[in-house]
């Protein structure tokens, strides 16, 4: 009777230490372990394995794209309704393909203001981009939330203007420095404008403040120009200083970077004619209100570009 009983239990439901034992218990367990390797595998961001990584992502998209019709771009603005990219004169916002999506890097940006781009038109000046062109430079700045990411400003541009200011809110040059850093890290030429000069002899701060900014300031001139880096005094409430600081960024691509409230907006609409919005500096903390949300590329007057960025309160390396 025993034998007979056993014999009508289904077999599925008999427990099978064997098969158990083969297959393990905790398959789930295992590629879960397997993925989390995978994803702090830093071999990917060594050269050798990047530059592999990255022609063999380049040839799968050609191989993907090869019925498309593809047009060159630069991108002047990433937003979130899409990316702004110009092609020929017309400007078309874009999508990313899935297939970028692909590539993991120590950037969290895929796309940036500047990129040269291969993209493929759709109606209504839409596109999706296919490809990114190896960039010449970059500017970038560690994530505020993961310090192991990097955030990318703008890239393939010629020169960093870190634009800073006097009195409101007061000359720093130790945030100079960490812009003059990651100028040359992203191999770019640092040029230093210090606006608002005309504050210096404004009677509505105390002698004090003026005196301590004008001593900081002819100290800073006299550091950096005996390294070569170019330092320009300017005052946009007097148009002062603003021809040579055009002619420096003349058949030039800039960008303009710098702490919040220093003009960098007043500056690019004096040299653009554009109608960019300009905000009032805090009289409690002396610091700048965000006027800029996004950065964007716009054409000089003088021929060339710039690059508008918000104003970076914090530079992390």
Known sequence: MEE???????????????EEEYLGSDRKQ????????????????????????????????????????????RVLSVTSQGIVVDSGGETYTCMVRGLLKKEKTQSKTLVAVGDLVRFAKMPDNEGMIVDVEPRKSTLSRADNLSRKKEHLIAA???????????ITPP???????????????????????????????SVEFDEE??????????????????????????????????????????????????QSGTGKSSLINILTGLDLPVGDTVKQTRKGAHTTTQAQLVRLDCGGFCVDTPGIKSFGM
């Open 171 to 201: 000359l720093k040059p130790a945030l100079i420095d960490r812009y003059i850093i990651a100028a040359l890290k992203g191999n770019m030429q640092p040029v230093i404008v210090i606006n608002k000069i005309d504050l210096l002899d």
């Open 30 to 73: 295992s590629r879960k372990e397997r993925k989390q390797k995978a994803t702090k595998d830093r071999s990917k961001f060594k050269k050798t394995d990047k530059r592999k990584h990255t022609d063999s992502l380049q040839k799968e998209i050609k191989e993907r794209v090869v019925d498309e019709e593809l047009f060159n771009g």
């Open 156 to 166: 393939n541009v010629d020169q960093v203007i870190i634009t800073t200011s006097v």
């Open 209 to 258: 403040s003026r005196e301590q900014q004008r001593f900081l300031l002819e100290e800073c001139k006299k550091a950096y120009e005996s390294v070569g880096i170019p330092i320009f005094l300017v005052s946009v409430e007097k148009m002062q200083g603003i021809d040579p600081l055009r002619e420096m960024m003349k058949d030039q691509t800039s960008v303009f970077s710098g």
């Open 4 to 18: 007979q009983k056993d014999q009508s239990i289904p077999k599925r439901w008999i427990a099978c230490p064997i």
